[in-house]
């Protein structure tokens, strides 16, 4: 059984940090890029940072420079360092995983994603 296990999402004031984990399980980790999207409150899901099967790294213009994406594939984990949180980045934050680093990117429709985990609340507050 395929399952992405978010972890790490809470309450944090404007300025400050959290890091997001996803376990990966169920699926040949090395042969999927790994990644995140959110979806704000009204708002549709959008992709935030996607890792490459050999390292390459894809970020949202809206957390370039805060945000960084890093996997274990010892651990198959991938995790999203958050820093210089923004009240904008209140959203649930999912886990995807897929074949494509294009999609995983967010440059296909969502609907083409291989794999989501339930995902995990981030609140940032102002």
């Known amino acids: 059984e395929v399952q992405l296990v978010e972890s790490g999402g809470g309450l944090v004031e404007a300025g400050g940090s959290l890091t997001l984990s996803c376990a990966a399980s169920g699926f040949t980790f090395d042969d999927y890029a790994i990644g995140w999207f959110r979806q704000a409150p009204g708002k549709e899901r959008e992709a935030v940072s996607c890792?490459?099967?050999?390292?390459?790294?894809s970020y949202a213009d809206s957390v370039k420079g805060r945000f960084t994406i890093s996997s274990d594939k010892a651990k198959n984990t991938v995790t999203l360092q958050m820093d210089n949180l923004k009240p904008e980045d209140t959203a649930h934050y999912y886990c995807v995983a897929d074949r494509s680093y294009y999609y995983c990117s967010g440059y296909g429709p969502t609907q083409q994603i291989d794999y989501w985990g339930k995902g995990t609340l981030v609140t940032v507050s102002s």
């Open positions: 890792m490459s099967t050999d390292g390459v790294a």
